[in-house]
């Protein structure tokens, strides 16, 4: 999982153990929990032969839908 840094109007940066570090840590890893939902469910609805036409087999989506980030 990749962290998305926040930048404040402040400049202000939080202390690596901070509450405020932590919250935004979780937010981040349930958007990126979104993303790779949304992934998924996108390819998952297409036929297999549009899967064939990308070079991608039904039994490969999890793992492009965590590894492609799109």
């Known amino acids: 999982m990749k962290a998305i840094a926040l930048q404040f ?3 202000r940066h939080y202390p690596r153990r901070s509450l405020t570090r932590l919250v935004l840590n979780i937010i981040n890893g349930f958007r990126e929990a979104q993303q790779i939902s949304h992934r998924y469910e996108q390819l998952s609805h297409l036929p297999d032969a549009e899967l064939a036409a990308r070079g ?3 039994e490969d989506l999890p793992r492009i839908a965590l590894t492609r980030g799109a």
Do not use: D
């Open 56 to 58: 991608i087999r039904r």
């Open 9 to 11: 109007p402040s400049g």
